[in-house]
Structure formats: structure tokens, C-alpha cells
């Protein structure tokens, strides 16, 4: 009897270990990403013919990189790493407003080039994070709906189903708060149009990464 009792907890033990393994390295991965995307998106890129930010091109990953952390941890965590993201996204920007205003050591050079590059505009970092946070929200939403009525059953339509709704969402609220006012509508219906598109092709070639993690018991 103890050998079987020491052979069940060691069991257990082992499963909360990969519990904790998978949980960790999916929440890293999603505010890593976040991160990549607003420092990516400090570069404008043309894509078959659209003017698109260097962040299009990572960002639409957090969002099936937020439905792993749902798979494996449940709704109320993906929700807090959101809250997390958005606060370490807003934390970068203070700190590289911060740096790219102390003076710089003279005996270096005055190495103007930091801020030029880093330093936010505000509006532009409150409109990513307003937006990030309201899609994403609302994707978590869809992708627990559709696991309620379909269970383990086509997992990938819980990447397909949360992301066609989110992500034009996401790329409505930030292009309005952002740019409306000034730059004239047609310019801005172009940014949306270049955004969701390429979005939406990044999305489809993720919806893989919903079965590279199993949906465990969690332990805890």
C-alpha cells in the first residue's frame, strides 16, 4: 500500500510539473510577444502594396498565443495574463520615455538615435494597449463559447472562430483612436483594410499551434 501511495503522488507531481512547464512558457510566450509587436511596430513596412507597422507581423500571434494559455489555464487566466501584458507594454514605454530624456554621457556621444527611435507617442501606445486589451477580452470570450459547445472537437475552430472576430475589432479601435482626426477617412479605412488582411493571413497560418499544447487536468 505505501509503495502504490508513493507511486500516485510521484505521478501527480509529475503532472503538476508539466501543469506548471506548459503555463509558463505559453504565458511568456504571449507577453513576449505583445512586447515584439509594439517594438516591431516602430517600423513601417509596405506589403503588397499596403503601409503596414513591423508589429503586424507578431501581434496577430498573441492572440492564438492567449488561446493557449486558455487551453491550458482557463478563461480567468488568460484574462490576467491580458491585464499583465498591458501593464509590462505601458511599463516598456515609460521606461524608454524615461531613458531617451536623461541626458546621455557625453564622453559616449549624445546618442540621439534612442530616442528617436524608442521614445513613445502616447497616443499611439493608448491606442495599441486600449485596443489589445478590448479585443482580447473579447476573443476569450468567443473561444470559451465555442469550447463549451464543441469541447475537445475541432480546436481549431477556436483559433479561427476568436481571432475573425477580435482582430478586426482590434484593428478598428486602434486605428481610430490613433490616427482619426489626422489623416483623412479613405487613409484610414486603407490602414484598417492593410491591417485586418494581413492579420488575418498571420492568424491562419497559427491556428497549428492550438494542438502543440494538450488541454491537461489541471492539478492545482
Known amino acids: 500500500m505505501e509503495t502504490l501511495t508513493r507511486t500516485d503522488n510521484t505521478a501527480l507531481t509529475r503532472a503538476q510539473r508539466r501543469w506548471v512547464a506548459a503555463f509558463v512558457i ?9 512586447m515584439l509587436s509594439d517594438i516591431a511596430s516602430l517600423r513601417i513596412l509596405s506589403l503588397f502594396g499596403f503601409s503596414v507597422d513591423g508589429g ?16 491550458v489555464a482557463g478563461l480567468r487566466a488568460a484574462r490576467w495574463a491580458i491585464a499583465v501584458a498591458a501593464v509590462v507594454n505601458l511599463v516598456m514605454a515609460a521606461l524608454f520615455w524615461i531613458v531617451g530624456n536623461l541626458p546621455a554621457d557625453l564622453a559616449v556621444g549624445p ?6 527611435l524608442l521614445a513613445p507617442v502616447w497616443r499611439i501606445v493608448f491606442a495599441s ?14 473561444y470559451e463559447r ?5 469541447g475537445n472537437r475541432h480546436q481549431w475552430g477556436r483559433v479561427l472562430s476568436s481571432n475573425s472576430v477580435a482582430l478586426p475589432i482590434d484593428s478598428a479601435i486602434f486605428v481610430l483612436i ?10 484610414l479605412w486603407s490602414i484598417f483594410w492593410a491591417n485586418v488582411i494581413v492579420k488575418g493571413a498571420v492568424t491562419v497560418g497559427s491556428i497549428p499551434l492550438i494542438y502543440s499544447v494538450p ?4 492539478p492545482f
Open 111 to 116: 546618442q540621439p538615435e534612442f530616442a528617436a
Open 56 to 71: 503586424t507581423l507578431v501581434y496577430p500571434l498573441t492572440f492564438t498565443l492567449r488561446d493557449l494559455v486558455h487551453k
Open 215 to 218: 488541454a491537461p487536468e489541471r
Open 146 to 150: 465555442w469550447t463549451e459547445y464543441f
Open 26 to 34: 505559453v504565458v511568456s510566450g504571449y507577453v513576449a510577444a505583445q
Open 178 to 187: 490613433a490616427f482619426a482626426g489626422d489623416v483623412p477617412t479613405d487613409v
Open 129 to 142: 494597449i486600449i485596443a489589445e486589451v478590448i479585443s482580447e477580452l473579447i476573443d476569450g470570450s468567443i
